[in-house]
């Protein structure tokens, strides 16, 4: 083993595309940049996050989201990210903010669970 490794090139991992429902699809018909849902998932909810600091107002959105889910009797477990770098990729800059398949769909403001759910029904969910 030596601690230099000149002439070798470091392995470069390439990141495979999945649909956010994780379905098991092998074919994706979107590019990266969309983050849209495979076709067979295409009217239903495959992920629902909510982005935030970790403040008061974002629980409480966190909260209302898993009430609407569960409300609608859907099985999406609803995801609570506080990781900024993460957050930043979404390119939010007001939190909290709710996020459905991949797409922001609500930011700065906390939504009750009823509007929660008219968001998702206006959504075509």
Known sequence: MSLFNFGKKKEEKTKTPSCAC???CTT???DETTNDCCPEAKDSICSMKVLGAGCKSCHEQ???AREAVKAMGLSVEVEYITDMQKVM???VMSMPALVV???VVSMGKVLKAVDVEKLLHKLGF
């Open 101 to 103: 398949n991949e797409k």
């Open 89 to 91: 990729e979404y390119g």
């Open 22 to 24: 994780n379905c098991g």
């Open 62 to 64: 966190y909260e209302n």
């Open 28 to 30: 994706r018909e979107s």
